[in-house]
């Protein structure tokens, strides 16, 4: 059910963009993603699923579409946005630091939309190219077709 969910949300978007959530121009940097200096274990390919899937259809993957999806027509408070957007962006940078070679350009791509939001909302600006929503719902589908074999939700 969430699967089918997350493709409406990714289709929403293609449909209304997610410049106005972000609140910054096209063309505007992004906000650096965090690096770690520490040395870090690549994941399989099925546990890196796992870790964007959750055990529930609840992780990162899910939860991200949805926030952006439901943000586009939210009235909720910018602190709760932040909040949100913050912890959504550092759990995914985790899973990119940790995920295998074929996803971290999926990845780039998908996370790209929360960095400006975090950035936005920090008031801080990045030198790297502008968020393509594009290019995230074409990460988001191909992350989710991929990662559907295992998928251990039941649902």
Not at 14 to 29: F, H, K, N, R
Not at 48 to 64: R, T
Not at 112 to 121: H, I, K, R, Y
């Amino acid at each position: 059910m969430r699967k089918t969910a997350a493709f409406l949300a990714l289709a929403l978007l293609s449909v209304t963009g997610c410049s106005a959530i972000l609140g910054v121009e096209e063309g505007q940097p992004l906000s650096a993603a965090s690096e770690s200096a520490e040395p870090v274990t690549q994941l399989t390919k099925k546990e890196a699923c796992v870790e964007l899937f959750g055990m529930k259809q609840d992780g990162p993957l899910f939860e991200s579409i949805e926030f952006i999806s439901v943000t586009m027509s939210s009235d909720t408070s910018d602190d709760i946005l932040e909040n949100t957007a913050i912890r959504l962006l550092n759990e995914l940078n985790v899973i990119h630091r940790q995920a295998p070679d074929e996803f971290v350009p999926l990845l780039d791509d998908y996370i790209a939309p929360l960095d400006e939001m975090v950035s936005a909302f920090n008031g801080t600006l990045y030198d790297g190219p502008s968020a393509d929503i594009e290019a995230f719902k074409a990460a988001g589908v191909e992350l989710l077709e991929t990662c559907e074999v295992y998928d251990q939700s039941g649902l």
